[in-house]
Nanobody
Framework: QVQLVESGGGLVQAGDSLRLSCAAS????????MGWFRQAPGKEREFVAA????????NYAESVKGRFTISRDNGKNTVYLQMNSLKPEDTAIYYC?????????????????WGQGTQVTVSS
């Protein structure tokens, strides 16, 4: 079992940057595909980005391509989401998730473990 704890959220202005971190417990972090999802008020939770077990494969939602970068450090059991050029529509609770398969998938049903989320608010 994996426990996930997100951090790094906050209140920023449009155009600013933030880096989210997700720390995982356990010694098997490198065997999980990791993903970031977000949920805005009144909306469904949606896929943001995902990264393969060794970091070589990545997948992004169209809405964040070119602005967000997902990365991982298996030695530190941590996955990151670097968010640049933030927009008000990026305001949401951001969740990290772990998938025990090797596929880099975009659907939340594929992920087995979830963190509690961290709030990101972007003011205009």
């Amino acid at each position: 079992q994996v426990q996930l704890v997100e951090s790094g959220g906050g209140l920023v202005q449009a155009g600013d940057s933030l880096r989210l971190s997700c720390a995982a417990s356990g010694r098997t972090f490198s065997t999980y595909v990791m993903g970031w999802f977000r949920q805005a008020p009144g909306k469904e939770r949606e896929f943001v980005a995902a990264i393969s077990r060794n970091g070589g494969g990545k997948n992004y939602a169209e809405s964040v391509k070119g602005r967000f970068t997902i990365s991982r450090d298996n030695g530190k059991n941590t996955v990151y989401l670097q968010m640049n050029s933030l927009k008000p529509e990026d305001t949401a609770i951001y969740y990290c998730a772990a998938d025990h398969t090797f596929l880099v998938r975009t659907t939340q049903e594929a992920y087995d473990y979830w963190g509690q989320g961290t709030q990101v608010t972007v003011s205009s």
